[in-house]
Structure formats: structure tokens, C-alpha cells
């Protein structure tokens, strides 16, 4: 879908069956992301989140993007998942769907524990006979027993993030984006997720996975981009990209604040 | 992945079944909230149109034979206006975090927040417009009921879309609502007729759709008139000039709401 193209993100029925290894899915190209703070009615502050950003994402590769808090790893996300678009650059999605890990951040709060997973299955493209398909498998998953039927606002906040991590595991969206953290809720079932994105990872799932602990990605990633203060700096071998980021990171301990 | 079956998704319908799911679970969670539940959706205009009857029917003496049903009528249109508009004020707004996890076209919120109020004054009106088949003598002109229901769904739908999505730009506006909404309260003919205010007014209050449609409510309930076509036609066009205007809003900036809160 190129830039500027209204309409759904929804991909076209014939582009869904399986995707063939190593085809680009989605394709970046210097792309650049400016907020426009309102400080006030009438005063807007201009900051560039993304100044030049370019990247590919193939099927089945575990992408991993490395960059220091504030670099605008989860802007690039939003831009992947189509839910901002960049000012200037391209973006195009070659029919993919999309989907962030951490669901539970959009969680109706008064609904219950099904009718979420219900609510995300549908924005995620899911029809009601497939929801109904997986949603046993999530809710086992998710160890919440008879709380799935009770309101959010009871749920603990390691029960959310269960819910949150289950709903994205089993609805897998062609391209799953995943956010610094790869484990969710208390310790044991930290492991647990931890272990099971882990494998998802390394199985033909599709990843973007945002991190700034270099050592995740260079475990389990195939490719890795590094990206400094808005502009790509560096893609290939997650190795030695982390490398080159680590070695960074010691000559230039802060160059920027965080945003 | 396979699992998609988009043929026969596209994307309203995925719009209208979120909808259809998310304002069930609303409505469920409303009445499981407060122990009375359904009551107090039949409380709130009631108790309403009591203060109305005991200030101006019984104190200022304005209220005459068939008052009850007189205020009935402006109540109810009323508070659906009034809570339609408040709840769509923050419907996109609120949103913020769930937009910038998935992406959701953006009318779906306003669209969420006029069907919640649509189903909870079914309710109330099928209760309490329904007690005036026993207060009041039918009449055949009580068919053109659904038609001026039908003429205000419009005009509540076109009013929430709009300010759902010009609000998020200027939250500002989320303190001018109320007041304003309290203020449609007094110029809409809740609690007077049309014919107690000054002649050289009558001409402005016809330009408030709300007062001319309560007074069309009136018309064919209690006096047993034909509505004003024309009027009507005139609502409808006019609403729905606004809500292709607000639609329009919406799609145009669909991808900039989620950067607002950055």
C-alpha cells in the first residue's frame, strides 16, 4: 500500500495464503516521523522522532532493531504496522498484517476477560467462527481460569499482561512487532512466555523485535538494523551490528537525552 | 498465515461487528455496575421531569393540563442528545492507547458511543413514551413517532462525529461542551412551549433543530398534528452536510490521531 493511499490496511484476500521465504513483505524507504508538540493553543514544537530510516522485512526472518531509549524504535513500529505514516519517505506493505505484542495496552477495562480477546481478535482481521476456533486455546493459555469472565478492572496486573501476551501468541498476524519486553506477567509465567516468543522467534514467524539490551538480539535474531538518533546507521549480521552499536554506545555514553 | 479469510471482511463490516460486540459488553457492564442497573436509566429522566413539574408546574404555575406528558416528551429527546454528544466528546480521545497498538479506523469510536446511547433510550422511551398510551388518547399521527425518532438519530450522529473528531486537536473544547450542552437544555423547549416565548423570538428558536423537533414530538403525540416535512427535510440535510463533513475529518486524519498524545 504506498503512502498517502486511503483506505484500509486490510490486505486483499488473495495476498493472505502463505508467504513465500525470504519475499519482502514490507520495504522502508527513508522514511521520517516529525511530532508536532502543541505546547500550547497556539505554539507547536517540531520533533523528529525519524529522520531517515530505510529497511526491508522478509518473510520468515526475525528482524532485530538495536538503538538507545528514545532513538525512535517505537515510532518505526507504528510506521510498520501502519498505524502512523511517516512524513516523508515510503512505506509499503506488500499485503502483510500487522500486529503489536503488547495488546493489553488497549484493553477495554469494564469488558471482560473474552469479550477483549473477542474485541482484538476482530481489529486483528479475525472472523467470529476463527475467533471462536482459538479462543479456548487463549484463554488456557493465559492461566486465568474463571477470571476470564469477570471485568479488567479486577484483573491483577501480571493477569493482564497474561491476557495481553496470550491474545497476540495465538492470533498471529503475518508480522508480529514486539516491544523491548519478551516476557510478560509474574516470574513463572515470564519463563514461560519468555520461552515460547523465543521459539515463535526462531520458527518461520515473522519478527520486529525493539530492544536496546543488545544481547537478545543478538541471540535471536537473523538480521539486525541499528538506528541512531532517527537515521539507519547500520543492517546486516546481527553480530556485528550489535557490535558496532555496543562500541558506540562506549565512546558516546549519551549524546542525546532520552526522550 | 492462513487464518485470515478477508473475502468477506472488508472493512466496515469488521467496523460493524467491533461495534455490535463492544456495545454489548458496555451495555452489560453499565447495568452490572449499579445495583438498580435498568432502573436508573428510567430514573434519571424522571426524576428530571419531576423538578420540572414541581418548579414551573407547581411553583410558577406554568404548567396546566397534560404537563406531565409535555415534559415527558422534551426530557427524553433531550437527555439523549445531551448524553450522546458528552459521551462521543472523548470517545476518540480515550482511545489513544488502543490506536497505538492496532490500527482502527477512527469513526468506529463516535459510532461506539451514538449506538450505546441509541439501545439505552430504546429503553427509556419504549418505558416511558409507552405510559402515554395510557395518559394520553391515541391518535394515527403517533406513526410519524419513529419517523421524527429516525430525524434526531441523524442529527445526533452527524453532531458526535464532529466534535469526536475535531476534539482531540483541541482538548480545550471538552470543558466548553457541558455548558454549551446545559445551555441546549434551556433554549430547546423542555419545559416551555413555543408559544410562551416573545414573537420576534420564534423565528431564531425554529433554527435550534433540537427545540423544533421536540416541538414536532409534541405535535403529533399530544396534539394530534402532522409534522413539519419540510422542517424535517431540512434536518436531515443539513445533518448529514455535517456528518460527510466530519467523516471526511476522520479519514483525512485517520493516521494523525495516534501521534497526538506523543
Same mark, same amino acid.
Not at chain 2, 231 to 251: D, E, H, N, R, T
Given at each position: 500500500m504506498a503512502v498517502g493511499e486511503a483506505g484500509p490496511h486490510i490486505p486483499e484476500a488473495e495476498q493472505l495464503m502463505a508467504w513465500e521465504h525470504g519475499q519482502c513483505l514490507i520495504r522502508a524507504q527513508n522514511i521520517a516521523v516529525i511530532y508536532n508538540r502543541a505546547t500550547s493553543l497556539f505554539r507547536r514544537d517540531p520533533f523528529s522522532a525519524l529522520k531517515d530510516v530505510s529497511m526491508e522485512l522478509y518473510a520468515?526472518?526475525?528482524?532485530?532493531?538495536?538503538?538507545?531509549?528514545?532513538?525512535?524504535? =517505537? =515510532?518505526?513500529?507504528?510506521?510498520?504496522?501502519?498505524?502512523?505514516?511517516?512524513?516523508?519517505?515510503?512505506?509499503?506493505?506488500?499485503?502483510?498484517?500487522?500486529?503489536?505484542?503488547?495488546?493489553?495496552?488497549?484493553?477495554?477495562?469494564?469488558? =471482560?476477560?473474552?469479550?477483549?480477546?473477542?474485541?482484538?481478535?476482530?481489529?486483528?482481521?479475525?472472523?467470529e467462527d476463527e475467533i471462536k476456533e482459538h479462543i479456548n486455546d487463549i484463554i488456557d493459555y493465559a492461566e486465568l481460569g474463571d477470571f476470564i469472565d469477570q471485568p479488567l478492572v479486577g484483573y491483577s496486573a501480571g493477569m493482564r499482561a497474561r491476557l495481553g501476551f496470550s491474545v497476540c501468541y495465538f492470533l498471529e498476524p503475518d508480522v508480529l512487532l514486539i516491544d523491548e519486553a519478551l516476557g510478560a506477567g509474574d516470574i513463572e509465567f515470564r519463563r514461560k512466555s519468555a520461552e515460547?516468543?523465543?521459539?515463535?522467534?526462531?520458527?518461520?514467524?515473522?519478527?520486529?523485535?525493539?530492544?536496546?539490551?543488545?544481547? =537478545?538480539?543478538?541471540?535471536?535474531c537473523d538480521r539486525a538494523v541499528w538506528i541512531e538518533e532517527g537515521v539507519t546507521r547500520m543492517t546486516g549480521d546481527p553480530a556485528a551490528v550489535v557490535e558496532a552499536y555496543e562500541n558506540f554506545v562506549k565512546v558516546n555514553p549519551r549524546g542525546k537525552p532520552s526522550v | 498465515m492462513g487464518i485470515f479469510d478477508q473475502k468477506k471482511n472488508n472493512q466496515f463490516?469488521?467496523? *460493524?461487528?467491533?461495534?455490535y460486540y463492544r456495545v454489548k459488553s458496555e451495555l452489560t457492564a453499565e447495568t452490572a455496575r449499579t445495583y438498580l442497573s435498568y432502573v436508573w436509566w428510567l430514573l434519571e429522566p424522571i426524576l428530571t421531569i419531576a423538578v420540572f413539574y414541581v418548579v414551573f408546574g407547581m411553583l410558577f404555575?406554568?404548567?396546566?393540563?397534560?404537563?406531565?406528558?409535555?415534559? /415527558?416528551?422534551?426530557?427524553?429527546?433531550?437527555f439523549w442528545f445531551q448524553h450522546s454528544i458528552s459521551k462521543s466528546v472523548t470517545s476518540i480521545r480515550k482511545e489513544a492507547r488502543l490506536m497505538s497498538q492496532v490500527y482502527v479506523p477512527k469513526y468506529t469510536f463516535p459510532l461506539c458511543a451514538v449506538t450505546f446511547m441509541l439501545f439505552k433510550h430504546l429503553f427509556v422511551v419504549l418505558v416511558l413514551v409507552g405510559m402515554l398510551?395510557?395518559?394520553?388518547?391515541?391518535?394515527?399521527?403517533?406513526f410519524f413517532y419513529p419517523l421524527i425518532f429516525l430525524v434526531q438519530l441523524i442529527l445526533i450522529l452527524a453532531l458526535s462525529v464532529l466534535v469526536a473528531a475535531i476534539v482531540p486537536f483541541i482538548p480545550d473544547l471538552t470543558l466548553v461542551v457541558p455548558p454549551l450542552l446545559r445551555l441546549s437544555l434551556f433554549l430547546s423547549g423542555v419545559f416551555y412551549s413555543q408559544e410562551m416565548i416573545p414573537a420576534g423570538y420564534v423565528h431564531y428558536f425554529r433554527y435550534n433543530p433540537l427545540a423544533g423537533l421536540i416541538m414536532e +414530538?409534541?405535535?403529533?403525540?399530544? +396534539?394530534?398534528?402532522?409534522?413539519?416535512?419540510?422542517?424535517?427535510?431540512?434536518?436531515?440535510?443539513?445533518?448529514?452536510?455535517?456528518? *460527510?463533513?466530519? /467523516?471526511?475529518?476522520? *479519514?483525512?486524519?485517520?493516521r494523525i490521531y495516534p501521534r497526538l498524545n506523543n
Open positions: 520468515g526472518e526475525s528482524l532485530g532493531v538495536v538503538g538507545r531509549n528514545g532513538v525512535g524504535k =517505537t =515510532t518505526l513500529l507504528k510506521v510498520l504496522a501502519d498505524i502512523i505514516r511517516p512524513d516523508r519517505g515510503t512505506v509499503e506493505n506488500f499485503g502483510a498484517t500487522t500486529a503489536m505484542l503488547s495488546m493489553q495496552a488497549g484493553f477495554d477495562q469494564f469488558a =471482560t476477560g473474552r469479550t477483549n480477546i473477542l474485541l482484538s481478535a476482530l481489529l486483528l482481521g479475525y472472523s515460547a516468543m523465543q521459539a515463535k522467534i526462531r520458527s518461520d514467524q515473522t519478527v520486529v523485535l525493539v530492544s536496546h539490551e543488545a544481547n =537478545t538480539i543478538r541471540e535471536l | 463490516r469488521i467496523v *460493524a461487528r467491533y461495534v404555575e406554568r404548567g396546566g393540563e397534560g404537563f406531565v406528558s409535555f415534559l /415527558l416528551l422534551g426530557v427524553t429527546a433531550w398510551l395510557v395518559i394520553e388518547t391515541p391518535s394515527v399521527t403517533w +414530538y409534541r405535535k403529533v403525540m399530544l +396534539y394530534g398534528q402532522m409534522p413539519d416535512f419540510v422542517y424535517l427535510i431540512k434536518i436531515v440535510l443539513i445533518s448529514s452536510l455535517i456528518l *460527510a463533513f466530519g /467523516l471526511w475529518l476522520l *479519514a483525512k486524519l485517520d
